[in-house]
């Protein structure tokens, strides 16, 4: 590819009431659309920069627009790979890339990465951090989704827990501590959180602070999350982790999140694909890496007031393949 133009700008969209985990609230989202034009094909990607990792809106802009004099010189890809760190930033490019190149050669994106058809994936929805009371009446507005994501923060969190199951009866449960818990904590909360039917907690434990889970009876499966972002985070987390939450914000994109997928089967971690809080044109390469995969939370969208135009479709909790015109 040569002579590409290269642009990033903000975008805001409205959520749907408000979301909130142990660190905040939200009641919209900042993303970043990039896209990437030949005169005649245009590529679109959108990353969303994360505070916990010390990115900001304008930072990650600064981060792709610095790649813009490479992009008119014909940089790849494959060269991103290597010219950016793993992170949002990336991701934006990595992504734009991929539906450019899928444009260009009037081939779905999947052909590209030499995978077979995708089909529709199920996928957790989110219920964000409240009292019991209001966690009750989420989760019973959504009882008959049959994976319910929940928010946790700590203190309460086994009222939280008993006001979702009380409030969704029949659905399966995983739970994300956002790095809220103590080793102590984790030990007292789990048991009684797989006798309410819970599969799965999302990083217990402040990532850098993880060791302990080696030395633990993890009787609730973990997932790492914060403690995992591409391929070289997964050799400190053998031993420790059950599962790694693939989001292509951390991986840097579609290409290193296919890439760390087979190396984290292969190392024997089941998947969890999921995402930062983003509209129809993120899940859409995310959709790719959750085929087959046992966990899937790419529900951004259905978390939103507002999606771009020609969003993807969920059926209830069923995520359908997006069309050509959102992306690849």
């Not at 010189?73 to 890339?97: H, I, V, W, Y």
């Not at 994936?121 to 929940?150: C, D, H, I, Q």
């Not at 089967?265 to 809080?277: Q, S």
Request: negative net charge.
């Amino acid at each position: 590819m040569t002579g590409l133009i290269l642009t990033a700008t903000e975008e805001r969209f409205p959520v749907a009431g408000s979301f909130t985990i142990s660190r905040g609230s939200r009641t919209e989202i900042r993303v970043v659309t990039v896209t990437l034009s030949d005169g005649s094909f245009t590529g679109r990607g959108e990353c969303v920069p994360y505070a916990r990792y010390d990115e900001t809106v304008d930072g990650v802009i600064a981060t792709i627009l610095s790649c813009a004099a490479d992009m008119k010189k014909g940089m790849t890809r494959e060269a991103l790979q290597s010219r950016l760190p793993a992170g949002a930033a990336r991701n934006g490019l990595d992504c734009a890339f991929w539906d450019l190149e899928a444009k260009r050669g009037g081939r779905p994106a999947w052909q590209i990465a030499g995978i077979p058809a995708p089909k529709p994936v199920e996928t957790a929805f989110t219920l964000s951090l409240g009292t019991p009371e209001s966690m009750r009446e989420a989760a019973a507005k959504n009882a008959a989704r049959p994976l319910l994501k929940v928010k946790l923060g700590g203190e309460g969190d086994i009222e939280r827990i008993e006001a979702v199951r009380a409030g969704a009866p029949a659905s399966k449960i995983i739970v994300d501590a956002n790095e809220g818990w103590s080793v102590e904590q984790y030990q007292a909360l789990a048991p009684v959180l797989v006798k309410l039917g819970v599969a799965l907690v999302e990083q217990p434990l402040p990532a850098g602070k993880d060791d302990a889970l080696l030395d633990i009876k993890r009787v609730l499966p973990v997932c790492a999350d914060e403690s995992c972002h591409d391929r070289a985070s997964l050799a400190k987390l053998v031993g420790k982790y059950d599962a790694v939450n693939i989001k292509l914000d951390k991986t840097g994109g579609l290409t290193e999140a296919l890439a760390m997928r087979e190396v984290a089967l292969v190392a024997g971690f089941d998947i969890m694909v999921g995402c930062m809080l983003g509209t129809s044109l993120a899940m859409a390469p995310a959709f790719l890496v959750a085929q087959g995969a046992p966990y899937v939370d790419l529900d951004g969208p259905l978390l939103l007031a507002a999606d771009r135009d020609d969003p993807i479709r969920y059926d209830g909790s069923m995520m359908q393949a997006p069309a050509s015109r959102l992306w690849g």
